[in-house]
């Protein structure tokens, strides 16, 4: 398995080490087990199975975390006041993702959205409708939740996010 | 009040992507030859101290220092090791710059190495492996396993660029005829430069924009490659640098910041910066480097800037977050010439990380060149004399940015 390659001529280099020899090995990096801070998440992914959104705001700044963060970096303060958030939102970032489907092998475009829902301060990732050309998106374009069918454990439940209708005045200056 | 620190000299390694003629210490030591062949005065007997750096997980040989000490001639040798992602090189340099200026007894002359040989290993098991730790989290949370790996393939380092690129482009109305006239500067001035991997000489915009799409709105011809070369970096106190060499640089000013991180939240929360084009870890470190540099009007005082931008946008993004240019002037920047070779403020003229990645090195690189332009010594030089250049890295969870400013005279209106 092994291979032989020659160093390139060059003149600022000790002539004496001429060859290398490749190993092939591997790095086997074990399992991780991250551990994390779930106390503060209960209420919030309880309220996710009733189809409720709300998210912790930090007393001192008014931030409005979606998710709920144990603590407010900017104030070093515990939010603990909780609030309900609207099932719209907003596009904050998006990408396009080219990924092939494991089975067919055709290329998938699919946008890659951050969504910033309207009462909180803070973005998450989604996805959008499986309808919506992902020439069409962008920044700012409003959304509503699309609840999946079955209730499932928390984040899961919100399937994809639907676009609604965009009324504000400068549309056309959005989209470029 | 610390010491004056300066810098004497910079070396590189060739940088190819598969630098399989070399082992890793080999093309550390190359580095570390070029650096001490500018100053012939010194011998490694004259130098004091070693820091060294690069992500081990991307080539997969953990705790490298530890058996290519004789390689960069730090034996019996205070050596410090710092890694911290994309910013390693910059964490070195700055490393190497406290060390010097503590002022702590038999040490004055340092040695920052950073290298990387991306050819050994995978590296985007290693970029994965930076936020597994966040993004398992979401996966605990319900966030369903194919939305998750879509943000990983779509993915790692160009996934979270991508967003940055949207909202840039949206923010200043630029098209990607734009950001490809940011490349085709790069891999043009790379090609002039000696150690520089990527080199096209007549890259048009058109045959950038005629490759496919990575991730919306970056292409394959706009991305950095991965590369595999090694950098070293001399600072040494004032006095001794008149000593050996003409034109010694000194480091003025010198900030690591890091800042609220974008796309994905601490713990599996909202992240908090809703605009990640909005960097505001290079705001805040330009004004703390600044200060310490005594520079008020940045775009008159400084002369060269090399700035980390693996993907064009965010070249455009750091040159404006650093006070060069005012916000969404960049791109007419570019077109006008101002940031060419021969302009007013030229900007990436080794041709920067889009041309040349060699992740640990990369954020080395910059300050080396910098200070090389100063010198006069730079293998792609400005025209024009160069009194006050910068050096800046990215890396982290998108938000820490490291700074270095560097000038011919010393800084002594607070020293």
């Known amino acids: 398995m092994s291979k032989r ?172 | 009040m610390g010491r004056q620190v300066a810098i004497v000299s910079a070396g590189f390694s060739e940088h190819a992507s598969k630098r399989s003629d070399v082992s890793m210490p080999e093309l550390v030591s190359e580095a570390v030859e070029d650096c001490l062949k500018n100053v012939p005065s010194v011998g490694f007997d004259d130098i004091d101290a070693f820091v060294n750096g690069n992500m081990p997980a991307f080539e997969g040989s953990n705790i490298p220092e530890l058996w290519m000490t004789d390689w960069m001639g730090a034996r019996n040798k205070p050596l410090l090791r710092v890694t911290t992602g994309g910013t390693t090189g910059g964490t070195v340099a700055i490393a190497g710059y406290y060390n010097v200026t503590a002022g702590l007894p038999g040490i004055d002359t340092v040695l920052a190495i950073a290298f990387e040989q991306q050819s050994q290993g995978d590296t985007a098991v290693g970029l994965a492996s930076v936020a597994l730790g966040e993004i398992s989290i979401l996966n605990t949370l319900g966030l369903p396993y194919d939305q998750i790996s879509r943000l990983l393939s779509g993915g790692a380092a160009i996934g979270v660029a991508s967003y940055q690129a949207t909202n840039y482009m949206r923010k200043s109305k630029i098209t990607e005829e734009d950001l490809a006239r940011v490349v085709v500067q790069n891999r043009r001035n790379a090609a002039k430069t000696w150690w520089a991997h990527l080199k096209m000489p007549d890259l048009t915009i058109e045959q950038v924009l005629d490759t496919p799409y990575i991730s919306y709105p970056l292409r394959y011809g706009m991305v950095c490659p991965a590369s595999d070369g090694a950098c070293a970096m001399l600072f040494t106190t004032e006095e001794k640098a008149k000593d050996m060499c003409d034109i010694p640089v000194y480091v003025n000013g010198v900030a690591s910041v890091s800042n609220t991180p974008a796309i994905l939240g601490y713990d599996g929360s909202g992240a908090g910066q809703l605009d990640p084009s909005e960097q505001l870890g290079a705001k805040k470190s330009s004004d703390i480097a600044f200060g310490q540099a005594g520079i008020s009007f940045p775009r008159k005082e400084i002369d060269y800037a090399e700035v980390y931008s693996p993907f064009p946008n965010q070249e455009l993004m750091w040159v404006e977050q650093l006070g060069l240019f005012e916000e969404t002037t960049a791109p007419e920047m570019y077109e006008t010439g101002v940031t060419a070779l021969n302009g007013e403020l030229p900007v990436c003229c080794s041709g920067g990380v889009n041309s040349t990645n060699a992740i640990g090195a990369s954020a080395l690189e910059r300050p080396a060149e910098a200070a090389l332009q100063i010198m006069g010594k730079a293998s792609n030089q400005v025209p024009k004399t160069v009194h006050t250049s910068i050096g800046h890295g990215w890396g982290g969870s998108l938000n820490l940015v490291t700074l270095m400013v560097m000038s011919d005279e010393p800084q002594r209106k607070w020293r």
Request: aromatic letters at 10%; glycine letters at 4%; proline letters at 6%.
């Open chain 1, 5 to 176: 390659t020659e160093r390139k001529d060059m003149d600022y280099i000790k002539k004496e080490y001429i060859k290398t020899r490749t190993m092939p090995a591997s790095w086997y990096l074990s399992s991780y087990k991250y551990k994390f801070n779930i106390t503060h998440m209960q209420p919030f992914l309880d309220k996710l199975k009733e189809r409720k959104l709300v998210g912790l705001q930090c007393s001192s700044c008014n931030q409005v975390f979606f998710p709920p963060r144990l603590v407010c970096g900017q104030c070093m303060v515990k939010p603990d006041r909780w609030v309900d958030i609207r099932e719209t939102g907003q596009v904050a970032t998006f990408t396009v993702s080219y990924l092939k489907d494991p089975e067919t092998g055709e290329v998938l475009e699919r946008p890659m959205v951050l969504v910033r829902p309207d009462d909180a301060d803070t973005v998450l990732l989604s996805q959008l409708s499986p309808k919506i050309d992902f020439k069409d998106t962008y920044i700012g374009m409003p959304l509503k939740i699309h609840w999946k069918d079955e209730i499932t454990e928390g984040l899961g439940n919100i399937e994809y996010y639907d676009p609604i209708d965009d009324d504000s005045e400068d549309l056309e200056l959005r989209k470029d």
